[in-house]
């Protein structure tokens, strides 16, 4: 019964734990970069749903103002 380790070098043994280290890293960045992409745009929501004055000091445009109030009034959400 020959232990399967032994058979590898170390250079496979190496490379194949690089490789794991690599993909798990990465998996791990992208479940983190994953969870704030939907807390920042929860906290976009919120913002835009309950902060109005402050998302009308960044709108410059008068045509994406116009949209804004208007989909603000059709969502009910000035009551």
């Given at each position: 019964?020959g232990?399967?380790?032994?058979?590898?070098?170390?250079g496979q043994?190496?490379?194949?734990?690089?490789?794991?280290?690599f993909?798990?890293?990465?998996w791990s960045?992208?479940?983190w970069?994953?969870?704030l992409?939907?807390v920042?745009?929860?906290?976009?929501?919120?913002?835009?749903?309950?902060?109005?004055?402050?998302?009308?000091?960044?709108?410059k445009?008068?045509?994406?103002l116009?949209?804004?109030?208007?989909?603000?009034?059709?969502?009910?959400w000035?009551?």
């Amino acid at each position: 019964m020959g232990n399967k380790m032994e058979n590898k070098s170390i250079g496979q043994i190496f490379k194949e734990s690089l490789k794991k280290s690599f993909f798990s890293g990465l998996w791990s960045c992208l479940k983190w970069s994953f969870i704030l992409t939907l807390v920042s745009l929860g906290l976009f929501l919120l913002v835009f749903r309950f902060q109005p004055e402050t998302i009308k000091k960044y709108i410059k445009d008068p045509k994406d103002l116009q949209f804004y109030d208007d989909l603000r009034k059709k969502n009910g959400w000035d009551k």
